[in-house]
């Protein structure tokens, strides 16, 4: 969409029914969205959408103003823990690992 507001760009097409939780990175060219339990980034254009998480079970990224990656919640080992991963979507971490639910991750400026 352009700074008036007009010619909107679907940036999730092909990525599921259910898309939501959009998070900017810090330099703006790229979206990060979860689409039916996996995580997606894509380009402000639509051009270049790419799942970074292999298994469902993802939800609500988030990304720090540093860029250095992407936080999200996933329930993929059956208790909702938080986890970090490159923009690329490597090297996932759980960065929780505790019996208690965590969900919702957020990024203090």
Not at 9 to 38: H, K, M
Not at 45 to 56: H, N, P, R
Request: aromatic share 10%; hydrophobic share 35%; proline share 7%.
């Amino acid at each position: 969409m352009d700074a008036s507001g007009a010619n909107p760009v679907n940036i999730s097409s092909g990525a599921g029914t259910l898309n939501r939780w959009p998070t900017w990175s810090a330099n703006s060219q790229i979206v990060f969205f979860e689409g039916d339990g996996d995580i997606y980034r894509n380009d402000p254009t639509g051009a270049t959408l790419v799942k970074i998480t292999a298994t469902g079970n993802n939800y609500t990224p988030n990304c720090p103003k540093s860029g250095s990656g992407v936080v999200f919640m996933s329930t993929n080992s059956g208790n909702p823990e938080i986890h970090f991963m490159t923009i690329w979507g490597s090297n996932i971490q759980n960065i929780s690992n505790h019996a208690a639910v965590e969900e919702l991750p957020i990024w203090a400026p």
